[in-house]
């Protein structure tokens, strides 16, 4: 396999496992942002956001650790692109769910002090 034909490999997929990872998850986070953002446009922006990031980091990680020997397997391009993308995704899925855990957090907080000020 080129260099060539391994960098395109390694980008389709990524790209496709982010695809995945998005058509996956878009209904749920966007109903949590919803509760999250009770302003339309502050949850779109950030269902939009996450989208974006959930290509990109799985996308970084994977052009970072392509192989740079010449790979005459396409097996192992294909692996080494999944474990590269996998661990971005995987990346990228631990910072979004650490911040909806703490927006969650911070929205039972402020429910809590709001309820006790009447």
Same mark, same amino acid.
């Given at each position: @396999?080129?260099?060539? &034909?391994?960098?395109?490999? *390694? =980008?389709?997929?990524?790209?496709?496992? #982010?695809?995945?990872?998005?058509?996956? @998850?878009?209904? /749920?986070?966007?109903?949590?942002?919803?509760?999250?953002?009770?302003?339309? *446009?502050?949850?779109?922006?950030?269902? $939009?956001?996450?989208?974006?990031?959930?290509?990109?980091?799985?996308? @970084?990680?994977? $052009?970072?650790?392509? /192989?740079?020997?010449?790979?005459?397997? /396409?097996? #192992?391009? =294909?692996?080494?692109? @999944? $474990?590269?993308? #996998?661990? !971005? &995704?995987?990346? +990228?899925?631990?910072? =979004? %769910?650490?911040?909806?855990?703490? !927006?969650?957090?911070?929205?039972? +907080?402020?429910?809590?002090?709001?309820? %006790?000020?009447?």
């Amino acid at each position: @396999m080129t260099p060539v &034909a391994a960098f395109l490999t *390694d =980008i389709s997929v990524s790209l496709v496992l #982010s695809t995945v990872l998005l058509t996956v @998850m878009a209904r /749920p986070l966007r109903l949590i942002l919803r509760q999250l953002c009770p302003e339309t *446009d502050a949850s779109a922006f950030w269902l $939009v956001f996450t989208g974006v990031m959930l290509y990109l980091t799985p996308l @970084m990680f994977a $052009v970072f650790f392509l /192989p740079t020997a010449n790979v005459v397997e /396409p097996v #192992s391009v =294909i692996r080494a692109a @999944m $474990v590269a993308a #996998s661990f !971005g &995704a995987f990346a +990228a899925l631990l910072v =979004i %769910g650490y911040q909806v855990a703490n !927006g969650r957090a911070r929205a039972a +907080a402020s429910v809590a002090r709001e309820g %006790g000020k009447e």
